[in-house]
């Protein structure tokens, strides 16, 4: 059975950082591609930031344009981390896992990062 299980979400205050892991199991992680999804309250889900199995990377345009997250993976320890620095309110949402290849997509269950002024 594939799980993803995010974790490192919480409550920081503007200007902080957090690190978020997703932890994969069931599935060969190294053929995957992983991401990283947010939805705050009251809009859609959105891309954060995508890393291949190589450690191809791509980012929303709203990451590019600042440089405050990091996407990165250790296919070792079948996990995937997202290193959010320099917080801003609007960064508060349920940040997603998602794994996907040609056949198959599977998303977490989400952690809180709740950003205060």
């Known amino acids: 059975q594939v799980q993803l299980v995010e974790s490192g979400g919480g409550s920081v205050q503007a200007g902080g950082s957090l690190r978020l892991s997703c932890a994969a199991s069931?599935?060969?992680?190294?053929?995957?591609?992983i991401g990283w999804y947010r939805q705050a309250p009251g809009k859609q889900r959105e891309l954060v930031a995508t890393?291949?199995?190589?450690?191809?990377?791509?980012?929303a345009d709203f990451v590019k344009v600042v440089g405050r997250f990091t996407i990165s993976r250790d296919n070792a320890k079948n996990t995937v981390y997202l290193q959010m620095n320099s917080l801003k309110p609007e960064d508060t949402a349920v940040y997603y896992c998602?794994?996907?290849?040609?056949?198959?997509?599977?998303w977490g269950q989400g952690t809180q990062v709740t950003v205060s002024s």
């Open positions: 998602n794994a996907q290849n040609l056949y198959n997509v599977y």
């Open positions: 069931g599935m060969t992680f190294s053929r995957y591609v």
């Open positions: 890393i291949g199995s190589g450690g191809s990377t791509n980012y």
